[in-house]
DNA sequence: CATGAATGAGATTTCATTCAT
DNA sequence: TATGAATGAAATCTCATTCAT
């Protein structure tokens, strides 16, 4: 019984959490109600409380998630590539390719935004948020930066820790314009970025 | 009689609009409280409802204000130059060179920043949006590039829409990782970003 | 307006206080809901949060005021004793001949023991309870059993502090009982009380 | 197998009403939750269930057993002694001398005593407690009293219910104050109360 | 116009109890 | 019997807005 039910709590926090990413992405982590997701994941109150306790709780679950299944596959393709300028050059394709978005991209982007909007007024959201970046998203794009100018592949004179905030504001503001412009070409925007990052750090 | 109470009004207004920036830029839109900007503001409810008919539209009237006033002081300067792409790099520097950014301008752009999430969720506020960015902001770029590319300063080629998307792209990109991370140098991303553009725009 | 208002809110807070008191009598604090208060008061919820912050705040603004209420007549009444030995015995006689309670009394001393039940696990309670007993109810007798012995009219060796618990302990358990077994003739037995405390501190 | 599974659950009903107890001693009746009770007493939710059909008919079952409990060995100590008077005597010792208290006879007593009070506000309750005072507690002393009076040892005037109360009443109030004002030194008033209710009582 | 007490819908959370396994 | 996930009524408290003065 101990196993059955323990994938079957396993399932019922992810279907809450996806539930929250839909509702908290529609309409944000203020204005979506306990109610709405209760309504929305089709539980009962006292149900989602018993997997989290506090609505504040999901939020923070969510986005570790949402970060955790963003960034898991990127690193398991990279390391499957032979040098570190094709890893930077596939994270700019993975996330440029993502046109057009799926639904369940457009909502993990918006929880980020949202989050990050949120972090900054909530010291509590903005240590998970730091804690999230500094651990995954930054670690990511520094160590291939690291270990591309220790190679010999990537110029010797960058500054890493700066490429890789440009790295990841490029990134990010991209994906809040297609999110809030949706309508608008951003590819040949975004091969120009590309190319001229990459013609940056290259040697 | 009537004049002075114009003017009254017209101060009343603004007080209450900069008290709101201030809340709402310090704790976002949904968590600040008629409450607080009551007490912020000195007044008391009802006045505060003598002037605006709701929370809502104190934000809108707000959000208003703030692209008028980022907008207004650059358009007259950029009238004295005399070439577009002097404009446009006037504006690269006028948008970088907010280093370091006084506060008033970091709650205006935190204020932005909500707003552009909120306005996502909500059809009222994407209209105003709309309106304040495409007449406003965009159109002052965009009408900067087609008057170089008729003047014969800038590349017949480049795709004006996208180009004014990719110019506020980056503004706004630096504008949040500023906000959200204020520790980060950005000055020497930022020329770069200047550089490079030009470039791409110029004969 | 000032003047008229504060007097307002006096007599607001008064209503809601006694309201609590009524509906705390009856069925105890836990027991009673904020609806309910705000079905008996007559007012709405949000006007009695403007009052109090919270249900606990009310029940301890509610026990302060017994309390006092309680205690002042008394203390007036009692500089107009000669002496200290009379004065005791109108302590006695007071509580005591409270035969019949009328039903704000009893409203009152429910109050109480519900409140020194919950006080004995809370210490913010506890913390109140112990000063309004030792700085008016103990104080009281404290003083007069001190000026008694000095004044030469009461036995030396007495233990003051111990008579002025003794006292109270009495007066408690009396009134425990009556709330309690209402129907029981307490008079006889309480006129025993009394004089053997009487006999046991005089000289 | 029906003599085990009845030793068992008898076992288990008295697990669960000992937790109860504990409980409810430490926290009162209404702030102790059954998720509380479950967690103390090691079992599940639905366990509970099966042996007690409600948290109020545990409060109920823990009652009758306390005060049983706390008769029984009285009783069937007095049986040994041959005159009234010293059961009586035997009575304020046994109360009297049991301080220091040992944890369980002082959660027992802030179980009674928060049961008198809810039972005041609940006919249910009442009728329990009316129940179990007038056929244990009450009745215990009236016997003595009464066969007293018969034998020829104690005052033919005494109002036997009265006196049984007052006994009962001194005895309440010196519980409540030892719970609610533990480190004041009872003994010498209580010696006191003793002496003073025998006198009385004895030719 | 200004005030701020009042309103009451609605938010979050708790918890006694049930019931499928 | 035993389990503990699920239920949902109900509790406390908040807050945008109104309106009598």
Redesign the interface.
């Known amino acids: 019984m101990p196993i059955v039910s323990e994938e079957h709590k396993r399932q019922r926090r992810n279907h809450i959490l996806l539930s929250a990413q839909h509702c908290f992405a529609?309409?944000?982590y203020?204005?979506t109600s306990m109610d709405q997701l209760v309504q929305h994941s089709g539980l009962s109150r006292g149900a989602i409380y018993n997997y989290f306790k506090s609505k504040e709780e999901i939020y923070l679950e969510l986005m570790k998630g949402i970060v955790t299944r963003e960034i898991e596959p990127i690193e398991s393709q990279i390391k499957t590539l032979p040098t570190n300028l094709e890893k930077i050059a596939y994270l700019f394709d993975h996330y440029y390719q993502l046109e057009p978005m799926c639904e369940e991209q457009k909502e993990a982007f918006?929880v980020q935004?949202?989050f990050?909007?949120?972090?900054?007024?909530n010291p509590d959201m903005m240590t998970l948020l730091d804690e999230l970046h500094k651990n995954m998203k930054f670690e990511l794009v520094k160590s291939i930066l690291q270990e591309g100018k220790e190679a010999g592949e990537l110029k010797l004179n960058i500054?890493i820790?700066?490429y890789t905030?440009?790295f990841w504001?490029?990134i990010?503001?991209?994906n809040?314009?297609r999110?809030?412009?949706p309508e608008?070409?951003?590819q040949?925007?975004i091969r120009?970025q590309k190319q001229?990052f990459l013609t940056?750090i290259t040697k």
């Open positions: 529609k309409k944000g203020h204005i918006f935004l949202d990050q909007l949120s972090a900054s007024r500054h820790d700066i905030h440009m504001s490029f990010d503001a991209a809040m314009q999110i809030l412009f608008l070409p951003y040949s925007i120009d001229s940056k």
